[in-house]
């Protein structure tokens, strides 16, 4: 008797242990589920329009007029360059018959190499500038970010969203009138240089 209440004993553990626990598990399981899913709740969100802050800043502003004024200076030089190209193309052409044709040939060519070398210099040009003006819009971008974060972290904000990433949302979420004007606080007193490499 006591062999087989011992069995019916260790059998009714068994069970026990077998419908139990995996309640135990699956409850802990949920429990777990349920502490991670709080740290997600958003509950402060803002919307900035990077775009437009980068557009409207006063600083990408002076960048323009300052790459402005270099273009026309670069122009103006050039101009003086060219009218003085024109003029040995025009006495190159009044000696082509005084000159052997070996020596009209050489100074054809140095011609030439002095056209080649004029246009690769606009080039170079060119691209400076194209990099002078990617290079400061870069460094605009940047502060205007560290500005958004520095907003994010003043008002507690849980996320802030480029606003070409949000389809709907509240107009008094939108912060970036504020950012434009922080960040045209900012630039006010910086100096914009083109550096010519």
């Known amino acids: ?7 019916l004993l260790c059998v009714f553990c068994c069970v026990f242990v077998f419908f139990l626990l995996p309640s135990q598990k699956s409850l802990t399981q949920e429990s777990s589920f349920e502490q991670p899913l709080e740290i997600f709740n958003l509950e402060r969100v803002a ?3 990077m775009d437009k802050v980068l557009r409207d800043a ?3 502003e002076r960048v323009r007029e300052l790459l402005d004024d270099k273009r026309e200076e ?10 003085s190209l024109l003029q040995i193309e025009k006495d190159l052409q009044s000696k082509r018959t ?6 009209y040939r050489a100074e054809v060519n140095q011609f030439q190499n002095e ?10 040009k060119r691209q400076a500038l194209d990099k002078a003006f990617q290079e400061a819009q870069d460094e605009i971008k940047s502060l205007a970010a560290e500005i958004v974060a520095e907003i994010a972290g003043q ?11 949000a389809l709907v949302f509240r107009q008094d979420l939108d912060i970036t009138e504020y950012v434009i004007i922080k ?3 900012r630039t006010k007193n910086a100096r914009l240089e083109i550096q010519e490499e």
């Open 1 to 7: 008797m006591i062999n087989i209440q011992s069995r």
């Open 58 to 60: 006063k600083a990408t």
């Open 98 to 103: 005084i000159l052997s044709e070996e020596a």
């Open 74 to 83: 670069f122009q103006n030089d050039f101009a003086t360059r060219e009218a």
């Open 183 to 185: 960040l045209n606080e």
């Open 155 to 165: 008002q507690k904000l849980d996320v802030v969203l480029n606003k070409n990433a």
């Open 47 to 49: 919307v900035v329009n």
């Open 115 to 124: 056209v080649a070398s004029i246009q690769q210099e606009i080039q170079f």
